[in-house]
């Protein structure tokens, strides 16, 4: 079977004078282009007044040429004597054989009829005719045909044709005016106008440099502050910002992020030390039972059991206290998820709500749990929203006096649950959900400190707010209040 081979490919294409223009461009530094543009700007503004001025003067030039034209008046001679070319009855006005005739006759004028062309005594210039000329036999008095035309030696004239009956046959008045002067006037012209544009394009460019630099000077700091972050990893340096301009705009979102990286380097290198320190009891602990049980079984003196179960125990318990701190760190180093995040779901909080108690009657059995909720749907991380409650659950089972109360409502999207514990001191409620803060009264309680600020963290994901305070009937324990925006139905 036989198999036809692939056509070559066609040899790569050359760029193209526009991509080259544009690479050429994209290649430049912002400040060239500034420049670059400025020039072009200032170019082509200078070249379309030029040139607008030009055409103007060109205008009004040749309108005041026509305009005289028009206004000479017309001389006529006695006879004419025609030739059938202009050129022969310039030849013949050169060798005198023309007859003399009365009157006094512009240089720049020939008669045109039927008979041919003749020119006045001591014409020395014949203007060249056209078909068209003709036409004008048929003007009436006072009108005229004006039209470009040239001599018969090539020069540029302007021609006015009238109509004359003082001659035996019709006859076409022809006079020109020579307009060489006008073109070297325009000529001039054009090339003064020209080294006008090219010295303003000049000095354009140099404006638009100094304009760039000046203009770039707080990119250049901004470029400058960049690359010492970069170098040295400084967050939180800023620039100085003057005016309200673009460039003052980008001055202050770049301070503004700059802070924003050091307070959140501040709050990683803060949360590093708190866990380090949390961690530190826990780990120091275990290593104590660890050494005392390795200890006995290398001296041969084995702990009594009460004693081993005890250490086993206590070792369990920091275990437990391990596992859990890593887990609030697991959680509290999670990124902010924006409120359009493809984690947030409709939940019912309500549903949420129920789990969590039924999970907190477990760590307090001998407490009394009062719960009234209402349906109610938010938008938020159902995993998170649900540890946030049973955070909260589990701060009120902590501080509740045995057989105490433990009320959680739920009415149109705020859930609160109150305790009848000790409560909260006025001075510490700012604390409250500060990372690794906790009260000196509990110190002696198992917890790290972190569950009020996963608390914090997880309503302010899902686009609500959190707050914890005394009671509000002025009785004993603390009113945790939690708002969350939503509806009875799902949407």
Not at 148 to 165: C, F, K
Not at 361 to 376: A, I, Y
Not at 435 to 462: C, D, H, T
């Amino acid at each position: 079977m036989s198999t036809v081979p692939p056509p070559p490919l066609a040899p790569p294409r050359a760029p193209g004078r526009r991509a080259r223009a544009v690479h050429w461009y994209r290649s430049r530094s912002l400040r060239g282009r500034l420049t670059f543009l400025s020039a072009a700007a200032v170019a082509v503004a200078i070249a379309m007044s030029a040139l607008a001025c030009w055409f103007i003067v060109e205008k009004q030039l040749y309108d005041q040429v026509k305009f005289d034209l028009a206004s000479a008046p017309p001389a006529f001679p006695g006879r004419l004597t025609c030739f059938p070319t202009p050129e022969d009855a310039l030849e013949h006005q050169r060798g005198g054989s023309l007859p003399e005739i009365g009157g006094a006759v512009p240089r720049d004028t020939q008669f045109l009829s039927a008979a041919g062309v003749c020119l006045p005594p001591g014409a020395n210039k014949a203007i060249v005719t056209k078909p068209g000329d003709a036409a004008a036999y048929r003007l009436g008095p006072g009108q005229s045909i004006i039209r470009d035309g040239t001599y018969t030696n090539g020069q540029p004239a302007i021609v006015r044709l009238t109509s004359s009956h003082k001659f035996t046959m019709p006859t076409v008045v022809m006079v020109a005016t020579p307009t060489k002067s006008v073109e070297d006037s325009l000529q001039g012209l054009a090339v003064l106008l020209g080294a006008v544009s090219l010295g303003g394009i000049m000095l354009a460019a140099v404006a638009g440099r100094l304009v760039a630099h000046s203009s770039l000077k707080p990119v250049d700091q901004l470029t400058d502050a960049v690359e010492h972050i970069a170098r040295t990893e400084e967050v939180g340096t800023t620039i100085p910002v003057h005016g309200d301009d673009e460039i003052a705009r980008l001055s202050t979102s770049f301070n503004s992020m700059s802070t924003a990286l050091a307070n959140s380097r501040e709050r990683q290198t803060r949360l590093i030390a708190d866990a380090g320190h949390e961690l530190r009891t826990p780990l120091t602990s275990l290593r104590t039972n660890v050494d005392l049980l390795i200890r006995s079984n290398d001296t041969g003196r084995p702990l009594p059991a009460a004693t081993k179960t005890k250490l086993l125990g206590n070792m369990k318990a920091q275990m437990q206290e391990l596992t859990v701190l890593i887990g609030d760190l697991l959680q509290l180093s999670r990124p902010d998820t924006p409120k359009a995040g493809p984690n947030l779901t409709v939940v019912a909080l309500h549903e949420i709500a129920g789990r969590a108690v039924e999970r907190a009657k477990l760590r307090g059995p001998g407490l009394v749990f009062e719960v009234s909720t209402e349906p109610w749907y938010a938008h938020g991380d159902a995993a998170g929203l649900e540890r946030a409650v049973i955070n909260l659950l589990d701060n009120a089972v902590k501080y509740s006096p045995p057989g105490g109360t433990i009320d959680v409502r739920l009415h149109q999207g705020v859930l609160t649950v109150r305790d009848h514990g000790p409560g909260i001191p006025p001075d510490e409620l700012q604390y409250v959900f500060d990372r690794f803060w906790r009260s000196p009264s509990s110190r002696q309680l198992p917890g790290s400190g972190l569950g009020l600020s996963i608390v914090a963290q997880s309503v302010r994901e899902a686009g609500g707010e959190v707050t914890l305070g005394p009671a509000g009937d002025g009785g004993p324990g603390a009113l945790a209040t939690v708002r969350l925006p939503g509806g009875p139905a799902p949407e």
